[in-house]
């Protein structure tokens, strides 16, 4: 039986994928090109996606404690960048805040654009968190 922790970064590493694929169906996309009307994906944004899916998989398939802390770096890591996309509408993990710097889009976009990394994160935290590395 799988651990909750491999469960857990295998449930993110298949939201991560979903994340990448959704700019790629023309069900996620508006007339504008940008995926649930809200935002544009691009290389970095797809590029962060696979990759941080591959990892989530390999730690998943590694270690249980190669999980844990998958699930708490990452956590940290892509909640910080949903709390940077919150006040600026661009994030450091896909390097936008070095692109494009400061956003002038509404306080909706950038909360309802922020909220996958935001909820991501805080899956992560809270599981990667809340385990215990002695268990088998």
């Given at each position: 039986?799988?651990?909750?922790?491999?469960?857990?970064?295998?449930?993110?590493?298949?939201?991560?994928?979903?994340?990448?694929?959704?700019?790629?169906?023309?069900?996620?996309?508006?007339?504008?090109?940008?995926?649930?009307?809200?935002?544009?994906?691009?290389?970095?944004?797809?590029?962060?996606?696979l990759a941080s899916a591959l990892?989530?998989?390999?730690?998943?398939?590694?270690?249980?404690?190669?999980?844990?802390?998958?699930?708490?770096?990452?956590?940290?890591?892509?909640?910080?960048?949903?709390?940077?996309?919150?006040?600026?509408?661009?994030?450091?993990?896909?390097?936008?805040?070095?692109?494009?710097?400061?956003?002038?889009?509404?306080?909706?976009?950038?909360?309802?654009?922020?909220?996958?990394?935001?909820?991501?994160?805080?899956?992560?935290?809270?599981?990667?968190?809340?385990?215990?590395?002695?268990?088998?």
């Amino acid at each position: 039986m799988i651990d909750r922790s491999r469960l857990a970064a295998c449930l993110l590493g298949a939201a991560l994928l979903f994340a990448a694929a959704t700019d790629y169906i023309p069900a996620f996309l508006d007339s504008e090109g940008r995926v649930f009307g809200l935002f544009h994906l691009d290389i970095y944004k797809d590029a962060l996606h696979l990759a941080s899916a591959l990892w989530a998989f390999a730690a998943a398939l590694i270690s249980r404690q190669a999980s844990i802390f998958f699930l708490r770096v990452f956590g940290v890591l892509y909640f910080l960048d949903g709390v940077m996309g919150v006040f600026t509408g661009s994030g450091y993990l896909d390097l936008s805040i070095f692109i494009d710097g400061i956003r002038s889009t509404s306080t909706y976009v950038k909360v309802a654009s922020s909220v996958p990394h935001l909820a991501l994160g805080a899956f992560g935290i809270l599981t990667g968190f809340s385990a215990r590395r002695s268990l088998a």
